[in-house]
């Protein structure tokens, strides 16, 4: 069964940084195609970053575009989100989700197209 389990949410001032993380359990994380989402209160669920099953391409969210970084480590099957320059808009309950790719080189950034998700980790920054 596929787990996934965020860490590292929390408190922050506005332009401070945070790196959340995202464990895998249950599968073959290195054939998984792995995003990061996030959802503000009354907001809908919007995406933040995709990365391919290798780690070697990326996409982002223009809101997000030279502030955060994704990341990932097949050996420990975790993906990792930095985020620097936090702003009080980045507020949001952060979700890491992963599917089976059968192409390495395909990102992934609509929720639709995830299968597994993880339970989230809040990021509130202050201002």
């Known amino acids: 069964q596929v787990q996934l389990v965020e860490s590292g949410g929390g408190l922050v001032q506005a332009g401070g940084s945070l790196r959340l993380s995202c464990a895998a359990s249950?599968?073959?994380?290195?054939?998984?195609?792995r995003g990061w989402f996030r959802q503000a209160p009354g907001k809908e669920r919007e995406v933040v970053a995709g990365i391919s099953r290798s780690g070697g391409r990326t996409r982002y969210a223009d809101s997000v575009k030279g502030r955060f970084t994704v990341s990932r480590d097949n050996a420990k099957n975790a993906v990792y989100l930095q985020m620097i320059s936090l702003q009080p808009e980045d507020t949001a309950v952060y979700y890491c989700a992963a599917r089976y790719e059968p192409l390495t080189v395909t990102v992934r950034t609509t929720d639709y197209e995830y299968v597994y998700w993880g339970q989230g980790t809040q990021v509130t920054v202050s201002s």
């Open positions: 249950g599968g073959t994380f290195s054939a998984y195609a």
